[in-house]
């Protein structure tokens, strides 16, 4: 499995922004990578996909038009920009990966990655 750290969470108002950046050691132009979140008392939650080369992505509805992942294979990291933040976006977001041979999959069930980070807590206060 892949090891994965995630930063740039952190504590913010309504409205703002926040950039989470993801990366590895190991080069990741092999896999396909996705941002998942929690919130206390409540199941992992898709918020974004990319795939393997880039130009395909997904997002939950719920972050659609805010978000926009992105992804940069020469430096082995993945960004989740986060904009116009709500007070239900908090929660501790987990980066993930998969290998594949697939250039277009960006699946939103956490059972097709099989590497995750730590997780980094995001907090919107109202």
């Known amino acids: 499995q892949l090891r994965l750290e995630e930063s740039g969470g952190g504590l913010v108002q309504a409205g703002g922004s926040l950039r989470l950046s993801c990366s590895s050691r190991?080069?990741?132009?092999?896999?396909?990578l996705g941002w998942f979140r929690q919130a206390p008392g409540k199941e992992r939650e898709f918020v974004a996909a990319?795939?393997?080369?880039?130009?395909?992505?997904a997002y939950a509805d719920s972050v659609k038009g805010r978000f926009t992942i992105s992804r940069d294979n020469t430096k082995n990291s993945c960004s989740l920009q986060m904009n116009n933040l709500k007070p239900e976006d908090t929660g501790v977001y987990y980066c993930?990966?998969?290998?594949?041979?697939?250039?277009?999959?960006?699946?939103?069930?956490?059972?097709?990655?099989?590497?995750w980070g730590q997780g980094t807590q995001v907090t919107v206060s109202s």
């Open positions: 993930a990966a998969q290998r594949t041979v697939s250039s277009d999959d960006v699946p939103s069930s956490a059972s097709r990655y099989d590497s």
């Open positions: 190991v080069n990741l132009n092999r896999y396909r």
């Open positions: 990319i795939s393997r080369t880039g130009p395909h992505t």
